[in-house]
């Protein structure tokens, strides 16, 4: 079953891809987090970055898109063919509100129509092959039907879905019957996102659906062999989390000062605490951490803990 890492802006940079590409095995493809493009037509320093193949070397790392745009969708996709991407993603979930409120990500899914212009246009000028990233509506499941209808028309390399509408953000529960509506319509394939925390979750939706990729994001940052443990291998132990962490931090370090290299190990240390047996006191610390070494005594504190049976993001 091919399994992909998802995107998530602020978390999973090229750093954070290649590290976990060096320690952990089991992942198909990196979800570059999206790139926004503009009327300027360049890309901004961090989203260079991002998807510059020399950082990405080693990896499958796809490019992904936020726009609402037809002409700016396709610069943005010339531009990653000339880098040599061999696919890009169009992201149409992204359920915030700084997005939504510009009709991007998830806010696309408020007009079917312009949206079906929209795919009219970019699946049939598109310089690369295309999938697509969606959410199951706007406000309500209720709209799922009509926009399937719609989503099913088009030569999608993939259609990953988030069974979640954007007014549910990353809250509850998913909407199984939303996925199995896909399942039963939609002749291309499918990848299922969504509460993939340990790798029993990884096998249900296997034996449901033995032809879906699947996509995990939260899981995977506090347990970052998910993977490989859904893939049959080696569950997460200390000594490779100890390894994935250092790996981390010597490639923030050998780009950022201090106070960066401090804020991009918070985030991904705050994720990892969540697999940790009693990690209260250290994940204070972490949050505390203002210097290197205050940062260093509380990954030490952390990792002195025992880890969870089964490190899941979900159980907290
Ligand atoms: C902090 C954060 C950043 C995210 N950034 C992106 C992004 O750049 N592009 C995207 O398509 N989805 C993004 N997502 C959504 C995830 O890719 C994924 O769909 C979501 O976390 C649900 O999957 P999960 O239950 O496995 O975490 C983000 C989610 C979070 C929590």
Redesign the pocket.
Known sequence: MPMYF??????TDDIFRRAHKACFAGVDKY?I??VAPTQHCVFMPKEKTALLPENNQGLYAVP?VLTKNVEYFLWAAREMRDMGYPEVNL?I??PSPTVTTKGKGSGMLKDPESLQYFLDDIFSRSPLPISV?TRIGYDSPDEWPRLLEILKHYPMLELII?PRTRSEQ?RGDVHPDAFALAAENVSCPLVY????FTAADFQAIQAQYPAVSL?????AMTNPALFQEAAGGEKLSIPQLRTFIDTLYHGYAARYDQSVIIGRMRDVLKMLALGFEDSKKPLKAICKARTLDAQHLAIEQLLSLPLKETPAFGDT
């Open positions: 998802a995107p998530m802006e602020g978390l979800f987090p999206f992904q992201n979930g992204c990233k988030h990353y996102n969504g509460n993939l996509m995990a994001g939260r899981g």
